[in-house]
């Protein structure tokens, strides 16, 4: 199956003039979302990935259906305020100001190996915030998955020597 | 693995007075999480599920890996203003006000099998909207199921008729 027409188009979302990559039709179909999740694992597979990191909130959907295929542990990165423990902030530049995510302070044990994930890899911004929490708290980064990958924003170079693995190009 | 003992109190979160139920300790276990999948997995086997249908956001994560587990496709119902294309909406009492949550028009084919999942079953209000998102699609309810439930709050009553599995009481 051709992941990438399931990927639908809207215009003028969030805002005039952008289009929005909606990855609704794909999760509802569900041979096209159970191969998605077997590509990023298959990728992995060997990797020894420990734990999963999925990022608010679209990346909790392919991240915690891999951490369940993968057998690993899965950690959320979220929005500030939304975790109750103890945690810490990373701080990343947006096209106005300023975003900030959170992940708790106990969420990874030194030296375990992680996967990040994420629905769609833009600028870069969130997940290169998001591999600094984990580095912060002493895991391994064994990679960066998303679904989408919208090429001609360069997120990659916003992941330097990061394993960058993209399931559908644009 | 008493799944239990992976639910951490965080007193006075997210407002003063309310202890808040944390899963993370659970997701942070990755026997915990498989195993708490499997359970729903077991307890609706052979409902012939089309659809999982995940609450924002730490529905999506239970819910996402169940759909992979179950074969089943992934339908998020979010809070207002989040899904791009056209929606259909339902609100719902809160202690102070009201809260709306949102589902897209074709996220569900009249006749589909559906079961929805949330981390929490407090006083039900969220999941009674969302089956009634549901229902207005035509889409047929199985169940509803929830890693913790608060029996103090009687959120079942909110859910009459309903299949209704939680794995962890309060």
């Given at each position: ?14 805002k ?8 609704c039709?794909l999760?509802?179909?569900?041979t096209?979302f ?8 298959r990728?992995?597979?060997g990797s020894?990935?420990d734990?999963i990191?999925g ?11 891999l951490?369940?295929?993968m ?14 423990s103890e945690v ?29 994930v ?11 915030a ?8 002493g895991g391994h980064?064994v ?18 020597g990061?394993?960058v693995?993209?399931l559908?190009?644009?």
């Amino acid at each position: 199956m051709e992941l990438k027409t399931l990927i639908r188009d809207v215009p003028d979302f969030p805002k005039k003039g952008i289009i929005f990559k909606d990855i609704c039709p794909l999760l509802q179909n569900h041979t096209a979302f159970s191969q998605a999740v077997d590509q990023f694992a298959r990728r992995f597979e060997g990797s020894g990935v420990d734990v999963i990191v999925g990022i608010e909130s679209r990346g909790f959907i392919f991240g915690a259906a891999l951490a369940y295929k993968m057998g690993a542990a899965f950690v959320p990165v979220r929005k500030v305020g939304k975790l109750p423990s103890e945690v810490i902030q990373e701080s990343y530049a947006l096209e106005y100001g300023n975003g900030t995510v959170e992940m708790h302070r106990d969420a990874i044990v030194s030296g375990q190996r992680v996967l990040l994930v994420d629905d769609l890899l833009a600028t870069g911004g969130t997940m290169s915030a998001a591999v600094n929490l984990v580095k912060r708290l002493g895991g391994h980064v064994v990679g960066a998955a998303f679904l989408v990958e919208l090429t001609f924003l360069d997120g990659r170079k916003a992941l330097p020597g990061q394993d960058v693995v993209s399931l559908i190009q644009y």
